[in-house]
């Protein structure tokens, strides 16, 4: 597992060791309070009321005390160090710390604080404790689950390409196989003998030529070159340095095969493979707990978005079902992180099967390049013009921003067709999550061209911090509103 996996695990494991105390604290122990009978009344008509314990000072402030107490010593006994797939003793040690670490603090508020007996102040302690370490033991088991079925995001799994069939290649697949708590996958092999393509090494397909290059990270799933110095295949070296900047693809090299000459101004890390020593490079760089914290906001914002939205997941399907026949959702593959394949929601603004008739309309495409755009599109239905006008017919994607498809800010993820008549610079935008607002949806949308497009995104991708996404995430509202290029 490279350097950037762990430390976002590391952030996985302890925002969710945080929740689940905050469960434990505000759920389990005010429901075993009410059955030992020292609250009663704790669950009252109003939340507010004054005779909820939970909100009584005293309550309040052992809260913080409670939450990261736990979390401080498993950082005192590096209890996060050892992060993604876990043995069942590592699992019980870490869960076990922060079980430990709450008994303490729960004696001190059940015996000194509401005055218990000891052997109830003990049971009352025990239990919580109990209930938390199941909640952590679960939380432990599914994640390592998720990076071992591969079904984790992109920040926590790595498809790797390998570049050359000799022997260093053959050892690094065979410990990657090996060793799949590290969350790195095979994609394939490249090989510049044309007998060995459609062949296999280690259950791997060799999948074309190095020269080919760009065409099969477009047909397969990758997000990280791996080049582990065969000599024969030194010749590529540079050829594919110079690809992997201009697509944003990471890309990992031999220590021992590292030119001397080497010139790379990005962020470079050392990393291991079995016996073999790279160095990483990535050309597109965004720090681990700044990933982390755009994934909390997606969760959060989305989360936020769909309940308020309530009314609208009553009213749009029964007006689509009204003036229209056909299913109340388009699902649509679309193109995300690294050429990741995923299902795109949004209401159905179209006639159902609209895509058939694409090829009729092709001369009436407004937009330049791959991308299709028809002002006045005949094939939307009535209630779908004004979907699309008030861009209420993308309200179904948060969902996918709920998933991890997309995020909330970055670039518009494009259907396959779409990106596979991308220039190689424009495939840049490709190497972050993309998202359902952007540059481009907050500066006019289908009013601009599409280089000037592209262009918006890579300026996104190289200058991006939190606070950008914030700034074009709060001025996509009047944009919306004011229906600024929007059919």
Request: overall charge positive.
């Amino acid at each position: 597992m490279f350097k950037d996996q762990k430390q976002y695990l590391q952030l996985l494991h302890i925002t969710s060791d945080l929740i689940c105390l905050f469960i434990v604290y505000w759920l389990i122990i005010p429901f075993f309070l009410k059955i030992a009978g020292l609250f009663p009344t704790f669950f009252p008509k109003t939340i507010f009321s004054e005779n909820n314990f939970c909100l009584h000072g005293w309550y309040l402030k052992l809260f913080p005390v409670f939450i990261f107490t736990p979390a401080l010593f498993m950082l005192v006994f590096r209890g996060y160090r050892k992060t993604g797939v876990q043995k069942n003793k590592t699992i019980l040690y870490q869960t076990g710390i922060i079980c430990l670490a709450c008994i303490p603090v729960l004696f001190f508020l059940f015996y000194f604080t509401l005055h218990c007996s000891f052997i109830k102040s003990l049971a009352l302690t025990s239990l919580p404790s109990f209930f938390l370490w199941i909640i952590l033991v679960l939380n432990r088991l599914y994640i390592s689950f998720s990076i071992k079925k591969g079904c984790a995001n992109a920040n926590i799994i790595r498809h790797i390409l390998i570049i050359g069939t000799g022997k260093n290649a053959i050892s690094a697949a065979e410990h990657i196989n090996t060793h799949p708590e590290y969350g790195l996958r095979i994609t394939g092999f490249l090989t510049d003998k044309d007998d060995e393509i459609g062949n296999s090494i280690t259950n791997k397909k060799i999948l074309g030529k190095v020269l080919e290059i760009t065409k099969i990270i477009h047909d397969h799933y990758t997000d990280c070159i791996l080049f582990p110095g065969d000599d024969e295949y030194s010749k590529y070296y540079k050829f594919l340095v110079n690809i992997c900047s201009i697509v944003g693809l990471d890309f990992a090299v031999a220590e021992s095969k590292l030119p001397l000459d080497v010139a790379v101004n990005n962020y470079v890390s050392s990393e291991s493979i079995g016996n073999l020593q790279l160095k990483l490079f990535k050309f597109v760089y965004r720090h681990p707990g700044l990933s982390f914290l755009k994934r909390i906001f997606d969760f959060i914002i989305s989360c936020v978005l769909i309940c308020l939205c309530m009314p609208f997941w009553i009213v749009i399907p029964i007006a689509i079902k009204l003036t229209s026949p056909g299913p109340v959702l388009f699902r649509q593959m679309r193109v995300g992180k690294y050429g990741k394949k995923f299902t795109l929601y949004k209401f159905r603004s179209m006639i159902d099967n609209a895509e058939k008739f694409q090829e009729k309309l092709l001369s009436l495409n407004e937009m330049d390049g791959p991308a299709f755009k028809i002002q006045n599109d005949p094939r939307q239905t009535i209630t779908g013009k004004i979907l699309r006008k008030t861009s209420l017919d993308e309200l179904p994607q948060l969902w996918n921003v709920l998933k991890g498809d997309i995020s909330m800010v970055g670039p518009r993820p494009a259907i396959d067709k779409e990106v596979s008549q991308y220039r190689p610079w424009e495939r840049k935008r490709l190497s972050v999550i993309q998202g359902i607002t952007c540059f481009w949806q907050v500066s006019g949308r289908n009013t601009i061209k599409f280089d000037e497009w592209m262009k918006l995104d890579l300026m996104y991708i190289d200058t991006w911090d939190i606070a950008l996404d914030f700034k074009i995430f709060f001025k996509t509202i009047p944009a919306v509103l004011l229906k600024k290029g929007a059919y």
